[in-house]
């Protein structure tokens, strides 16, 4: 842990008292989003000291060109860089001619924030004496609506203290913004028109290349002692802003505010010569709204969200605010609205990784949205990557394989890959496999198998394509190998054989002839439209089911596990309990090529496969790989604990769960990677809703329905998590004493506990 | 083989017509050099037409901040870049008030360029009709002096043809030049003084960070009809440059020129506050000798040079060009006077790859410089890696080595590390094995053993600490290995026992324990200082040989030969001969993961092992793996083919070895690699001279004298070459006929033919 000054509360983050240090880390945390745009916790007013400006709207991305020391032959033209977008929070505010600036003041007190999160909004207040002696009291509230996803409002109120004073609000718009991550200091933005009309403006600017047009609005309400005040505003203007400023003498101990509404439609959702005034209407209707009733609405939003989305803990205000903060931020980055967003890495809290979509989603963050959300929202995730099917072909293509062929991409943003090393962009391909065991996870524990034959199988068809053209035979072993890759643990490059590559390529395989078989038996006309456009013939067919039967998988006789690659017990196995707690994290004090000669696993790999693949193996089996890698493994990846601490559950190790859960749970709120600054780590979030619900919960599907297996850490009293299963939710209660299931939903669900058979009836509650 | 122009001729590089396309290729191809310093072919007049300026002076660089798209711990922190350097060869040249350009003019004819090799000197010549109507004639001939090679020298005539003309001949200066290689368009010099007095002008510039101090100076005379003209030019300066304007009427039919001396000092050889009046005095003492008699001595320097290094081949114009421009290219980059210089791979030719120093000198270079200059200049290219040595352990302690572990660099300028890509900069350590190697071979043909206690010792020391730390025991196996590294065959990245480096780490361990024996019987107080210095124990010794021991060697019962790497066999054999042309070269063709699972081998790998412990293996093992290993070797480094083509000759192969032997000869002039215009492949023409004398001529040592097993092309009438073999001169001239060896020196000289013993007395002609 590096900080601890987040206040421990059941439903907020909060910080109290102002450190310039804390700014950084704090605009990460109290950063909000609403699935459509998001922004990291910006001061309204200026400040001039350090800060890191960000606002992003979803899908809107710079495809900045390449820039590495040494060019490989099929590296990407271009990294899809996340854009910081142009700004529309700012207000500045002049107080009897004094710039309000808390990097240059005489002194702050009851300097205050919290989000809250049972409710999405974000509140900041502070009392500050200005250099010129005058001191007011500043509150601002702020939160992007969920029902007008185009919108945001923020209430910002000033209370002179000791005088009366003139209080000039600027409210600005500001396209001439720039990103912290630029490979050749291009501009991003150009700026085409701007206007102005009344207490409203809006500019429109486009990006560069990706021709992304945004138009960014603000309509502005002052108020003094709660009652609206008609003030005419002084326009000031340049190319890339356009500012209002709006004087009014406040007295003593009264307190004046502004309320401003702004935010962003952009061309992927209007027609571009629609923009501005799908910018104005939507800024008119929710004036007319007005900040308070807007608030409201978002409260029971966000109600709704966390009737089916919450953890309570009992017991540990630190794990049941840590769990919460990772709910509120998977639900603030995507709400599963749109088929052409996904998950960023960072979401809206940062630039840093580029890009929006990672393997994490389909490895990490599809069962919590499974659970938590109407299925529609998986089937959108499932989709999104459907969509980018003739872009893995490319892809694909690109690094020498045909026909048909598709390597989905290791970062993306529009389907093209984006990354650039050599060792993860061409060689960490079992992303690939990802893909298809997403479609198997959604079917599993969705039931719906109309996506299979719509769309589904297409995928499967592409990647299983891949997996047969990419395995080779070894004459030598007189099996198919797969040569030169880099597993889940990104600690070892360009491995031959690594296990959780070679088994989910056979896995791949396999699941898709199975479902090529099922289609063709049951979904006649899906499939003769799927075998005409993919053109797979019974050879192919015959050939991709070789190289799955005789795929070769490292074992060692010895240690009867699986190998996590060829070689692997030619490396020192020197446990990381008996490495010097000075080499830790190895990311860190060694070089590069230490680490990759060295046994330590960044995260789970062969272990990433038995919990994938939980069911293909014994229990025996699972704790003598678990046995076998677990001390080997450092965790320097944030996707990494949440997997041992399942499978560690499983094992009845729950002091080992429990240790493993408390890596996950508070990762950003007490930055255990001294990089918080930097934004959160959306992804891994969905990580640790999993070591909960089917860690410590034991949520499996087994015989086409929910099995559980609930354990509860000692350090805690109870908790209760909730399932969508299959359009009802089931709400589950652990406690030291037992565990009771209570069904909202319109018939009978057969569920497992602790593999024994159990019937709920709808809205009732049983106990075990 | 991309281009054609030139004209083949037993001692000149000619070029004839002008052609824009081959502007670059050509300033490659006729540059000179010094050893101190070395220009691309530039012209001296104005051209706006494309160009690639450079003008380098030995030693001289610029730490550019790294710049990697992802960095890795124990990247370092810059690149050495080659310097472009002030200019000092322009000469602007106004004819009637147009200015003279080639890119800008009515029409050219007889454009001509002559390197001339012999000689050593560079002549361009053409008659031009400007936009202005007038015809004129100009020639210019060009030399670095070898005997002040701080002076280069200029004799830059024009000839009105069809009308009397005014010239205005601009000699200058300028500070103001820029790389083209430059990772954040850092500003590389600045220049602090600048002065003219007379004819003549200096500038004193430094580069930024190294602070080297140059003084570029100049000093112009005018004939007129081969008479010296007093003109007093018109001045124009800036604070980056100076002009100096002759102006001068020539009538139609006469010639009017200007001389040109200028050139470098450098606080590398003289102190910062002596650089002007030594670069005054030096310009000085070439102007009183004057153009004339300065290049009567260039053209004796070069005989003296020619006399020891001349390799001539009768019956094929184009391999004798091609061997020439090979053999001249490596004597105007390196002339061995300077134990703080070292073969850059471009020379003085280019700015690409950066750095000075590579594997290349020790593993290609040493030889040809050992068999044609005094063993003094192979003992400074040694001396060179003994001075580095103290960076080479603080190199291997940034990766995590210890206690005086050496790891030499694999490019470097002073002995730190430049390079920054993983796979090469931590992996490639094979380079490591080359520094005792070089030493091992430079006592093996020159006998001085003296090197060793002096100085070689410490380095084996250093490297043989170095493959001790790094190999690492494998309990599975019982035998030490070698995890991660490259070999030379960089299409393999982080491989596991790589069988060359293992090969060369056991040898290199084994070879310094002998000399360490050696010295403790042989060199009684050397061996107390060194023993002392590297704090050597007898314990450290016995687990070093420990490791040499047991080291493992990847082998292939069913083929009988050594693997390249473990795994090899899983490999797709699919020989080179069998690939689709059209996907080659791979390098271009495929992406990067691809070449790597691919069995394509850049360069000797295993073989370049043979190559250098040739005497280790007998001729079937040799004929054995070169079977094996050939068939997938696809030579796309230049450093590949001289290896198999000597290999092909031991096996008397000779149409093989002389197939291989013409990829190498004219690599550049045919510009095989297109990409000529960056500069010339340098140290693999030190290749090239061994594809002959040690391929061809079959020289070998051999209980400790020469041995050699001359074979000839059946394309040939005959070859000679000479070899210095301690301090005496061995002339061999090989024909369709027979053998003859010339020998001159002061003492009969033993050596082997085909194995049998010769006695050969001096200055005494024997044929065989």
Known sequence: MNQDYIKPDNWSIIEEGFDVERVKSSESLFSIGNGAMGQRANFEEAYSGPTFQGSYVAGVYYPDKTRVGWWKNGYPEYFAKVLNAPNWIGINVEINGEKLDLYRCRSITNFRRELNMKEGWYQRSFDITLLNGIEVSVKSVRFLSLDLDEVGAIKYEVTPINHDATVVFTPYLDSGITNEDTNWDDKFWDTYDLSQQGDSAYILSKTMKTEFHVCTGMLNQIFLEGEQKNIYPKVETNSTYVKLNYSIVIPKGKTAGIVKFGGYTVSLNHKEKDL????????????????DALLDLQKKAWSRIWEMADITIEGDVKAQQGIRFNIFQLNQTYLGKDARLNIGPKGFT??????????????????????????????????YRYNHLERAIENAEKLGFTNGAALYPMVTMNGEECHNEWEITFEEIHRNG???????????????????????LEVMIGVARFWHQRATLSTDKNKYVILGVTGPNEYE????????????????????????????????????????????????????SEVAEKMYFPFSEKH?????????????????????????????????D????????????????????????????????????????????????????????????????????LRTSRLDLDDYNKEVEEGLHITSMAGTWMSIVEGFGGLRIKNDTLSFAPKIPKEWKGYTFNVNFRNQILKVNVSQEGTSFNLEGDHELLIYVDDKEFKISPNSLITI
Chains 1, 2 share one sequence.
């Open 276 to 291: 501005a005034s799908a910018s104005t209407t939507v800024l008119k209707q929710a004036s007319e709204s007005g900040f």
């Open 350 to 383: 940062g630039e840093k990784y580029g890009g929006s979509t990672y393997w994490d989603t389909e490895a990490y963050c599809i069962p919590f949205y499974m659970a938590t959300k109407d299925q529609v929202v998986a089937r959108n995730l499932l989709t």
């Open 434 to 456: 990802a893909m298809t065991f997403a479609i198997y996870n959604y079917h599993r524990y969705t039931g719906d198998y109309s996506y299979i034959p719509e769309k589904g």
């Open 493 to 544: 490059n360009n491995v031959n054989n690594n296990w959780y590559t070679n088994y989910l390529a056979k896995w791949s395989i396999e699941y898709c002839i199975e479902n090529i078989n099922k289609v063709k038996a049951e979904y006649k006309s899906d499939y003769t439209r799927i075998i005409e456009k993919t053109n797979l013939k019974q050879e192919e067919i015959n050939a991709m």
């Open 560 to 592: 009867k596990v699986y190998l996590q690659q060829d070689g692997f017990l030619d490396k020192e196995l020197i446990s990381v309990s008996d490495l010097d707690s000075s080499q830790r994290p190895i990311n860190q004090k060694w070089s590069w």
């Open 594 to 661: 230490r680490i990759l000669r060295s046994p330590y696993i960044k995260q789970a790999d062969v272990l990433q496969g038995f919990y994938m693949f939980e069911d293909q193996f014994t229990k025996e089996e699972l704790a003598l790989h678990f046995d076998f890698y677990e001390p080997f493994t450092v965790h320097e990846s944030s996707l990494s604990p949440c997997v041992h601490s399942i499978q560690a559950a499983a094992l009845d190790r729950m002091d080992q769960a429990y240790t493993f859960y």
